[in-house]
């Protein structure tokens, strides 16, 4: 059953409390309100009329007329609410036939003239403003009994205190039923209807949760205009004697009633300037102000001015606060648009804020259009992420169009992501795929690969061609040794330059692929193999012969042909070992007395020169080795710096909550 609310529960509440002490440059509230309806002047900042509107607002602080309705018209059903000043009753209208709302004033008050006033005011300036979203007086009268009454729509529904009230709960029937968006469209009918009311030249001041109700069926309703002021007529003064009338108190000190007396509205709601008592110069944007803290109150969940006593209301209105409502509820997920609205709308200082309530409404509308944009990619992303979905699993169950169905997945993954980055399905696909790679690589980046892997190899072939142009050198080292067999030293010193030539040219990328590798390792073992003339084919040949052979392999991809470039460098060693252990070659070494002489065929082994050439081979090959191990790693490093570039690219494609799950 849908709850039941009088368009007016909160009657005014007569109380006089003790404000905080203003800031520097205020004038005392006491004295500034002093005579304040006397000398207040009409606001043109709210007292404009309507286009075509040539009505004027009545002077409503007349006093009803003394006709009095029928007895037999309206027969009391129940009470639906009271506060300081009257009662509301459900009647119902026996002339029309259908239930009313009637607020009476009670009886204490009925001869108190400015108390008077102030009720037939409320009724006057509501019956006069006539909007869909403000309750429309029907009647203002007295009972036969003497009381003054007025007649008003009965309307049905919930007001966004308890709408607030029950999403702080957490009530699913809350969250299903006022959705932010939902809320946000009420929100600004509201504020249109405030809007209309200042362009008849009328501020609420008494605008808060409890007085902005959403009807049972999508009507919105702005109410209790008990304390509006009116553009060009004095407010009407609190009687002096109204402690005698035994004054409702705030119970608990709570501040969410309406406070009369010193100021006029309720602590939390009312503007800075309000509070201070600057009645005489209130306009539209004070009413701007009242509907931000409503707004910061309906996305955080949470009052704008911590709930407290009083005097800390009024205090954190006067000093201002914090008018994000993301900042106080991080968990809300509060779009900064939202945020931007409500700083705006709460500025300390007016002149900051919306110049008017049709203003505020523009700027939540112009974020709810932008919603929507959102709400159509969200939902284009969904029928992009379940595309992606199906594609996905055709791709990781292989088969001949596996790789179709990845680059399908794949690039309806981007598409969802793209209109909504933190699509938690699309996410999820991504990363499946990303766990799964394809076995194979696609045509494209296998030539890319390739061109890689050649470029890795020219490298490696210029640091090989400059090791073989290092033996031209041990010719001069020779001749310095001494020379036994020119014919030796010839061949030696030809295929080494010829050698270094070949290595140089393929890395410079001049020799044929078909050619480059067999080149290089025929000739690199030949080189090698024929300065076994010098030291035998088991002294310093294996180590130059795993160099060469080394870099020949690091630019094979087969193993079929790593395992034909191993078998050509070990030719370097076994095929002299062979030659001499048939008597083809002279033998490279002799073994006198347990000592193992070396028997060269190309040269003599003066002391100085033979170490010198020794060194020189054998610092040549560590630095050679080193050189080519140093340019392998980096080059290694270069492409995992690269791959984790590449990953960390992916991965800010997720949420963080996907990254960290």
Same mark, same amino acid.
Not at 325 to 332: G, K, L, N, T
Not at 554 to 565: E, I
């Given at each position: ?346 500025? +300390?200082? #007016? %002149?900051?804020?919306?110049?008017? /309530? &049709?203003?505020?409404?523009? *700027?939540? !509308?112009?974020? =709810?259009? @932008?919603?929507?944009?959102?709400? +159509?990619? #969200? %939902?284009?992303?969904?029928?992009? /992420? &379940?595309?992606?979905?199906? *594609?996905? !699993?055709?791709? =990781?169950? @292989? ?6 169905? #990845? ?255």
């Amino acid at each position: 059953m849908a709850d039941e609310r009088p368009s007016q529960l909160d009657d005014e509440v007569i109380t006089f409390v003790k404000l905080p002490e203003p800031p520097s440059g205020h004038r005392n509230v006491g004295q500034h309100n002093q005579g304040a309806g006397r000398h207040e002047r009409a606001s043109t900042a709210f007292a404009a009329k309507a286009p075509g509107d040539e009505a004027e607002l009545v002077d409503a602080s007349g006093l009803p007329p003394d006709a009095s309705h029928e007895e037999s018209r309206y027969g009391e059903r129940e009470l639906l609410g009271e506060g300081g000043m009257g009662k509301i009753f459900l009647q119902h209208d026996n002339r029309i036939g259908r239930d009313v709302a009637m607020k009476v004033l009670r009886t204490r008050y009925a001869k108190q003239a400015d108390t008077l006033a102030r009720f037939t005011r409320e009724a006057r300036i509501q019956g006069q403003l006539e909007h869909p979203s403000i309750v429309p007086v029907y009647d203002l009268m007295r009972r036969p009994n003497g009381d003054v009454c007025f007649t008003m729509k009965r309307v049905r529904g919930k007001t966004l205190e308890q709408i607030v009230d029950g999403l702080s709960r957490k009530d699913k029937a809350f969250i299903d039923t006022y959705p932010r968006r939902k809320l946000l469209r009420n929100f600004g009918a509201a504020c249109l209807a405030v809007d209309f009311a200042h362009t008849r030249g009328v501020l609420h001041r008494d605008l808060k949760p409890s007085n902005i109700m959403i009807g049972d069926y999508g009507e919105i309703y702005v109410l209790d205009w008990g304390l509006s002021k009116v553009a060009g007529l004095p407010d009407i003064p609190v009687p002096k004697d109204a402690d005698a009338e035994q004054p409702v108190a705030l119970p608990d000190d709570t501040g969410m009633h309406t406070l009369d007396g010193a100021v006029l509205g309720t602590p939390g709601y009312m503007s800075p300037e309000q509070v201070r008592g600057e009645t005489a110069s209130l306009d539209a944007r004070s009413d701007v102000y009242s509907l931000g803290a409503i707004l910061y109150e309906m996305l955080a969940l949470q009052a704008l001015h911590a709930r407290g006593s009083v005097s800390g209301m009024m205090s954190s209105t006067v000093h201002g606060v914090d008018g994000r409502p993301s900042f106080r509820a991080p968990q809300r997920s509060i779009p900064s648009e939202l945020d931007a609205i409500s700083v705006k709308a709460t500025q +300390l200082d #007016r %002149e900051h804020r919306f110049t008017s /309530a &049709r203003e505020l409404h523009d *700027a939540i !509308e112009r974020y =709810l259009d @932008g919603e929507q944009d959102m709400k +159509l990619m #969200r %939902e284009m992303a969904q029928a992009h /992420a &379940r595309a992606a979905e199906v *594609a996905a !699993e055709y791709a =990781l169950a @292989g088969g001949p169009n596996a790789r179709e169905e #990845r680059v399908r997945a794949l690039r309806e993954v981007g598409r969802a992501l793209a209109l909504d980055p933190s699509h938690t399905e699309a996410q999820r696909v991504l990363l499946k795929l990303l766990a799964e790679p394809p076995q194979e690589l696609p045509d494209d980046q296998q030539l890319d690969v390739l061109e890689g892997d050649e470029d890795s190899g020219r490298m490696t072939m210029s640091i090989n061609g400059y090791y073989h142009l290092s033996f031209v050198v041990t010719t001069l080292l020779v001749l310095w040794m001494g020379v036994k067999s020119w014919t030796a030293l010839l061949l030696y010193a030809v295929v080494s330059a010829a050698t270094a030539a070949i290595a140089l040219l393929t890395g410079r990328g001049f020799l044929p692929p078909n050619y480059r590798l067999f080149a290089n390792v025929i000739s690199g073992t030949l080189a090698i193999g024929f300065m076994s003339t010098m030291f035998g084919p088991l002294f310093l040949i294996p180590g130059l012969a795993a160099m060469s052979t080394m870099a020949a392999a690091f630019n094979t991809p087969s193993r079929s042909g790593r395992a034909l470039v191993i078998s050509i460098g070990v030719l370097a060693v076994l095929v002299p070992l062979l030659l001499e252990s048939v008597g083809l070659l002279p033998p490279s070494y002799e073994f006198r007395d347990g000592v193992l002489v070396i028997l060269p065929r190309m040269h003599h082994f003066p002391p100085t020169a033979t170490i010198v050439f020794l060194s020189y081979i054998g610092l040549g090959h560590i630095i050679s080795i080193s050189v080519l191990m140093g340019r392998l790693h980096t080059a290694r490093l270069r492409a995992l710096h690269k791959l984790h570039l590449h990953t960390w690219q992916l991965k800010q494609l997720v949420s963080d909550e996907t990254n960290n799950s």
